[in-house]
């Protein structure tokens, strides 16, 4: 994993001299705050070992991975504007460190700040890359419309919400991995091919954070174990458990989703769940995308890499 | 006028023959309401005159041109959101006739399908037409920016309100014309200039704007006179009486920003600007931006109908 490490420390340093107008102070202060918070930089990095992998000049796609980071995290700006969230990533978020109108603001200037960096996409390869960067940002906002629109429906079917987490989460990694390809010049099966496995992976990656939100290790996953029992989420989980429910489970887990919201919550959902084999479910649904995924890399050379990264992604405390 | 009503009318054809995916419906439905909500169309139709005054392919312009329409209605949509206003031309604005978060995921939406747009200009000038985009589209945000930190100063200088209104309206006039020029193929020292009289005439068009909302006729104006007044809005016509007021005539203005939005505050405040000569002060303002404007179009050819519908512009009824 050096040169992942050594990748990410390139992106993060062109992180940090990125140049903002010094005025207005107000619109891109939180834009740097935001952008300052961290992160795995999962995708600008799947962007560089992408390039890489083809034999591309890892120079050229540094501004178009930038661009997909900045891109991320105004859809966290404006996700936790709309999810009312109070902090991301242990700091307040920005429409709680400023107001909801500099939230709203500033995120539109970083979408635009975004497509700048991607616009740096060499000459040859410019109007492809746009397009597969603005396919995917809309997808992204498709994901989080039906993200909103699931929480007051109480019928979402597991197809559905694989369709949501694939808008919402995975294309952005096959689009990251795809313009890594298409700056090297790989060929389109290619670039097909790097872009279904991150979709996959990203499947993959989206349905084990819902496992691990049940069955991680508090020290490791970062936040509270059980969280989105408490809040109702429909998660894989969840929806596959109303989906297989049936008697007196479906009565009690319906009465559950109205009990208070703690520790005996979390304990009594979790032990439907093992009743019902949701857990094993949901391991067998994240083994499927990941192997599907791997299936695109036959064709690809120089993949260990990615693989190996791609493990320690999904495979992370399971 | 025959060509610009031609113009209009190709322009709103293709405003209406745009095709949003089917799904999810909540988060088209918004965009499509937003854009079909009317509106001069003054953006494309510049671009699609500049282009035809180049003898460019008129053909080839439409798609940008409604890149610049679907960017300038986002921000009137995010406005709208962040000003809390409760109607826009007469219809009850996205976020009142949806929600707040509707109204911030499909101005997001709005803003992508803009960008897709713009990226369908030719490819030989992909790249300037994007970057001059995208460049102007940051620079509206920074003018909203500043118009939202007015509200709570009361220093305002002329020239930092004139900065604002050449930030958040003019230069997308500037920018319009310029994407014309260069998609007709003009010369870059064509292409600055016609990008100078949109930015001089959206200066004009700005401050008269102010100038009508005290001095217009209600029945062409098309909202209330004297609505900047009773909202203390901080316009060309409050900042230059507050700059020149002194004495008694200060202390009477400063109390009347305290005193009831009611017809009489309105008629006080229009005394106190008749007194200051604030009237006079504006329309000289805005003749010399129109002078201005005019200047650098003595090296453009056939710009007659240009110059014919900017006067339409500024000179409404004033």
Chains 1, 2 share one sequence.
Not at 167 to 178: F, I, M, N, S, Y
Request: aromatic content about 8%.
């Amino acid at each position: 994993m050096q040169t992942v490490d050594k990748y990410i420390e390139l992106i993060n340093r062109a992180i940090s001299s990125i140049e903002y107008p010094q005025n207005p102070f107000g619109l891109y202060e939180p834009v740097k705050y935001q952008l300052d918070m961290g992160g795995k930089r999962v995708r600008p990095l799947l962007a560089v070992m992408a390039c890489d992998m083809f034999g591309g000049n890892v120079e050229e796609v540094i501004s178009p991975a930038l661009g997909l980071e900045i891109f991320h995290n105004f859809t966290l700006l404006h996700d936790d504007v709309m999810d009312k969230a109070d902090i991301r990533r242990g700091r307040p978020t920005v429409h709680k460190a400023w107001c909801e109108n500099t939230a709203i603001l500033s995120g539109d200037a970083m979408q635009i700040i975004a497509t700048q960096k991607v616009c740096e996409a060499p000459a040859r390869v410019h109007k492809e890359v746009l397009d597969l960067y603005n396919k995917t940002a809309l997808e992204i906002c498709e994901g989080q419309q039906y993200d909103m629109e699931f929480e007051t429906r109480d019928d979402v079917t597991c197809e559905e919400y694989i369709e949501m987490i694939r808008l919402k989460t995975a294309v952005l990694l096959g689009c990251a991995l795809k313009m890594g390809a298409i700056i090297a010049g790989a060929t389109p099966k290619q670039a097909d091919d790097i872009y279904k496995f991150g979709e996959n992976i990203g499947l993959a990656f989206q349905l084990q954070d819902d496992y691990l939100d049940v069955y991680g290790d508090a020290k490791t996953f970062g936040k509270k174990i059980g969280g989105d029992i408490l809040n109702n989420k429909k998660t894989y989980m969840l929806i596959s458990a109303l989906t297989k429910a049936i008697g007196k489970t479906k009565e009690r887990l319906y009465a559950l989703l109205d009990a208070n919201a703690d520790d005996d919550k979390i304990a009594q959902v979790t032990a439907i769940y093992g009743e019902l084999g949701v857990d094993k479910i949901a391991r067998e649904k994240i083994t499927e995308y990941s192997q599907k995924a791997l299936a695109y890399l036959v064709d690809i050379p120089n993949s260990e890499e990615l693989k190996f990264f791609a493990n320690s992604l999904t495979e992370r405390k399971l």
